[in-house]
């Protein structure tokens, strides 16, 4: 199947796989599309009422028009996407669907399996529950995991995903979920394959460690299946997922850190369960922290569990990270920035004004998901978010040119708008090389993009300088501001500051306080609408730093503000005369994220030792 798929690919888009000079990157296109999302073939999904298939999660991301099952009405996206990827879970994957038929071959072996009965009787929460706390004990069931049958179900996968695959028009992700969820403390890792993908997956009945994991991604890239790790909703795990150690309980070591770095790339910023940006109490100077922070609760728990703040979130990570470079002279949280979905419905709607819920039977309509109701991942359906979406600067819209620029980290994560951001940096960008028509050739030819390492300070240079360039979604609000978040360490400790760099309607920073005044509010509530007679459809700037030690490891990262528009919930209300939810917020600035760059300082510059000798301190 590989070879095929590289000579149709050949053929149909002139150049790939065959051997010729490398493209310029200055030609690099955005391609926005979905790397999260799960199907009937996910047994939490099918337990709580989707019957929409891999293919129909294919079509839809393409734009065509699909019946909602079990809810009967169609539905379709605005604006097509350009790949995607279907991530079910590897953990019982398609198994579910067979049981409910009495003539396929795992049904009539596992007739007599509790589950099965519980789920033919209609009672499917009964019967996850069932399921659940035996994989919790590390018990699965051995009905559902007979290897040709787990081979089956993974092949079918792949086949449908080749199904879709259209090189230079839509590219689809071989990729599945490793659901590791510790006592409800999320752990969990999307995973996926330049190729066609290999025979088997991983799930956390084989084992619910990162590191495990990563011994299995080794396994495969050393077959020719070459992969990475996405891992994500680091804010419901608990503070484990960006914690200071490994799975044993043992410190961060090298060795550690090298693996992690190599096998996780990126990390999702934001989806349906909320952002992973930051939190206000980690970033109490940062009036846009409080953004998408709705969901609360450990998955899954009831009552609601409330899970630690620390080691969540990605910005403490990052600035963690160059800590840790400092420290260790490896940093394991060196990640790029995605988006996504993990909608349980096969559909990823991202689009605020076409939400239609995310859990099948349980936020199917305006008045469920309006109502507060408690659901089946641990929240009620109104806390949660729209879908997100990530953009990939990419040479091709093919399976490797998509599976490359993620690796490469030139990415950006949005909460649901395809809003293009680009961001290089330097050390003698000025304003004049953004005004140029050949601006994009000046930032490749003389700096690097977002996810890369700024080259050695010249002698001459006295701190580093960032081009940023974005532009609004068409289907969205415009731009309110953009902003380079910048995180470092000074004597072991962690700092962070917020710059705003680009700005619309000829504002001015407060004198005192440096703050940039919003930048207002169109958004007519009862109606759910707003106009675009503020912010700008474009914001570019080059940005130097006022604050550069040379001496000092940083990170910097882009953050692009919306204007206000409105919440789905207030679509949702208004569009069917209900009352508008009072708890969560009416309005919401959409915002995207570009994958962070970071700078080390020469070795000559830091005395590690010396200025830091309790360091380890820090990271214990």
């Given at each position: 199947?590989?070879?095929?798929?590289?000579?149709?690919?050949?053929?149909?888009?002139?150049?790939?796989?065959?051997?010729?000079?490398?493209?310029?990157?200055?030609?690099?296109?955005?391609?926005?599309?979905?790397?999260?999302?799960?199907?009937?073939?996910?047994?939490?999904?099918?337990?709580?009422?989707?019957?929409?298939?891999?293919?129909?999660?294919?079509?839809?991301?393409?734009?065509?028009?699909?019946?909602?099952?079990?809810?009967?009405?169609?539905?379709?996206?605005?604006?097509?996407?350009?790949?995607?990827?279907?991530?079910?879970?590897?953990?019982?994957?398609?198994?579910?669907?067979?049981?409910?038929?009495?003539?396929?071959?795992?049904?009539?072996?596992?007739?007599?399996?509790?589950?099965?009965?519980?789920?033919?009787?209609?009672?499917?929460?009964?019967?996850?529950?069932?399921?659940?706390?035996?994989?919790?004990?590390?018990?699965?069931?051995?009905?559902?995991?007979?290897?040709?049958?787990?081979?089956?179900?993974?092949?079918?996968?792949?086949?449908?995903?080749?199904?879709?695959?259209?090189?230079?028009?839509?590219?689809?992700?071989?990729?599945?979920e490793w659901t590791s969820i510790p006592f409800n403390q999320n752990l969990h890792r999307n995973v996926f394959f330049r190729d066609d993908g290999p025979e088997g997956t991983f799930s956390a009945f084989d084992s619910d460690k990162p590191e495990d994991l990563w011994t299995y991604l080794d396994v495969q890239k050393n077959a020719g299946h070459d992969n990475f790790a996405i891992p994500h909703n680091g804010n419901l795990s608990n503070g484990l997922m960006f914690a200071p150690r490994n799975s044993e309980g043992l410190p961060i070591d090298e060795a550690y850190a090298e693996r992690r770095a190599e096998h996780e790339v990126a990390t999702e910023m934001v989806q349906t369960k909320g952002s992973s940006d930051t939190h206000p109490a980690l970033s109490p100077n940062d009036e846009f922290a409080a953004f998408n922070v709705e969901y609360r609760s450990l998955i899954g728990t009831s009552p609601p569990v409330r899970g630690q703040i620390e080691y969540g979130y990605v910005r403490q990570a990052l600035i963690n990270g160059?800590?840790?470079?400092?420290?260790?002279?490896?940093?394991?949280?060196?990640?790029?920035?995605?988006?996504?979905?993990?909608?349980?419905?096969?559909?990823?709607?991202?689009?605020?004004?076409?939400?239609?819920?995310?859990?099948?039977?349980?936020?199917?309509?305006?008045?469920?998901?309006?109502?507060?109701?408690?659901?089946?991942?641990?929240?009620?359906?109104?806390?949660?978010?729209?879908?997100?979406?990530?953009?990939?600067?990419?040479?091709?819209?093919?399976?490797?040119?998509?599976?490359?620029?993620?690796?490469?980290?030139?990415?950006?994560?949005?909460?649901?708008?395809?809003?293009?951001?680009?961001?290089?940096?330097?050390?003698?960008?000025?304003?004049?090389?953004?005004?140029?028509?050949?601006?994009?050739?000046?930032?490749?030819?003389?700096?690097?993009?977002?996810?890369?390492?700024?080259?050695?300070?010249?002698?001459?240079?006295?701190?580093?300088?960032?081009?940023?360039?974005?532009?609004?979604?068409?289907?969205?609000?415009?731009?309110?501001?953009?902003?380079?978040?910048?995180?470092?360490?000074?004597?072991?400790?962690?700092?962070?500051?917020?710059?705003?760099?680009?700005?619309?309607?000829?504002?001015?920073?407060?004198?005192?306080?440096?703050?940039?005044?919003?930048?207002?509010?169109?958004?007519?509530?009862?109606?759910?609408?707003?106009?675009?007679?503020?912010?700008?459809?474009?914001?570019?700037?080059?940005?130097?730093?006022?604050?550069?030690?040379?001496?000092?490891?940083?990170?910097?990262?882009?953050?692009?503000?919306?204007?206000?528009?409105?919440?789905?919930?207030?679509?949702?209300?208004?569009?069917?005369?209900?009352?508008?939810?009072?708890?969560?917020?009416?309005?919401?600035?959409?915002?995207?994220?570009?994958?962070?760059?970071?700078?080390?300082?020469?070795?000559?510059?830091?005395?590690?030792?010396?200025?830091?000798?309790?360091?380890?301190?820090?990271?214990?």
């Amino acid at each position: 199947m590989r070879t095929r798929t590289l000579l149709l690919a050949a053929l149909l888009w002139p150049g790939i796989g065959l051997a010729q000079d490398a493209p310029d990157p200055a030609d690099r296109q955005v391609y926005f599309g979905e790397q999260h999302l799960h199907t009937q073939d996910s047994p939490d999904a099918f337990f709580m009422g989707t019957r929409n298939t891999p293919d129909e999660a294919y079509r839809f991301c393409k734009g065509e028009a699909i019946q909602k099952n079990p809810s009967g009405y169609t539905v379709q996206r605005r604006t097509p996407y350009d790949w995607c990827a279907v991530t079910d879970h590897a953990m019982y994957m398609g198994i579910m669907p067979q049981l409910m038929d009495p003539n396929s071959a795992v049904s009539i072996a596992a007739a007599d399996d509790s589950a099965v009965k519980l789920l033919r009787a209609g009672k499917g929460d009964e019967a996850f529950a069932w399921l659940a706390q035996g994989a919790a004990a590390g018990q699965p069931d051995p009905n559902f995991l007979a290897p040709d049958v787990v081979r089956t179900v993974w092949q079918t996968h792949i086949d449908i995903a080749n199904q879709h695959y259209d090189p230079g028009t839509f590219t689809t992700l071989v990729a599945f979920e490793w659901t590791s969820i510790p006592f409800n403390q999320n752990l969990h890792r999307n995973v996926f394959f330049r190729d066609d993908g290999p025979e088997g997956t991983f799930s956390a009945f084989d084992s619910d460690k990162p590191e495990d994991l990563w011994t299995y991604l080794d396994v495969q890239k050393n077959a020719g299946h070459d992969n990475f790790a996405i891992p994500h909703n680091g804010n419901l795990s608990n503070g484990l997922m960006f914690a200071p150690r490994n799975s044993e309980g043992l410190p961060i070591d090298e060795a550690y850190a090298e693996r992690r770095a190599e096998h996780e790339v990126a990390t999702e910023m934001v989806q349906t369960k909320g952002s992973s940006d930051t939190h206000p109490a980690l970033s109490p100077n940062d009036e846009f922290a409080a953004f998408n922070v709705e969901y609360r609760s450990l998955i899954g728990t009831s009552p609601p569990v409330r899970g630690q703040i620390e080691y969540g979130y990605v910005r403490q990570a990052l600035i963690n990270g160059v800590g840790y470079q400092e420290f260790l002279g490896v940093n394991p949280f060196k990640l790029g920035i995605v988006a996504g979905a993990d909608a349980h419905t096969a559909f990823s709607d991202n689009e605020e004004f076409n939400y239609t819920g995310v859990h099948a039977g349980t936020d199917d309509t305006p008045e469920k998901r309006l109502a507060g109701a408690q659901q089946t991942a641990g929240e009620p359906a109104l806390n949660f978010g729209s879908p997100g979406a990530t953009g990939v600067w990419a040479d091709e819209n093919t399976r490797e040119g998509i599976f490359d620029g993620i690796r490469r980290k030139e990415t950006t994560g949005s909460t649901g708008p395809l809003i293009r951001v680009r961001v290089f940096g330097g050390w003698d960008f000025a304003d004049g090389d953004l005004a140029a028509a050949d601006w994009v050739s000046r930032a490749y030819d003389r700096g690097v993009p977002m996810g890369g390492d700024l080259p050695p300070k010249p002698a001459q240079a006295t701190a580093p300088s960032f081009m940023v360039w974005s532009m609004k979604d068409p289907e969205s609000g415009n731009l309110d501001r953009v902003q380079i978040i910048k995180g470092w360490y000074r004597g072991g400790y962690p700092y962070e500051k917020v710059y705003d760099v680009a700005w619309s309607d000829q504002r001015e920073p407060d004198p005192v306080t440096g703050k940039l005044p919003p930048v207002g509010n169109t958004v007519d509530v009862p109606n759910a609408t707003y106009t675009n007679n503020i912010g700008e459809a474009q914001l570019s700037a080059v940005w130097t730093d006022p604050d550069f030690d040379p001496s000092l490891h940083a990170v910097y990262y882009v953050r692009v503000i919306e204007i206000p528009t409105p919440r789905w919930s207030t679509y949702d209300a208004a569009r069917n005369d209900l009352p508008l939810p009072t708890t969560v917020p009416a309005t919401i600035q959409e915002r995207a994220w570009s994958s962070p760059i970071w700078y080390t300082p020469e070795p000559d510059l830091v005395n590690r030792a010396a200025a830091y000798p309790n360091l380890r301190q820090v990271f214990e």
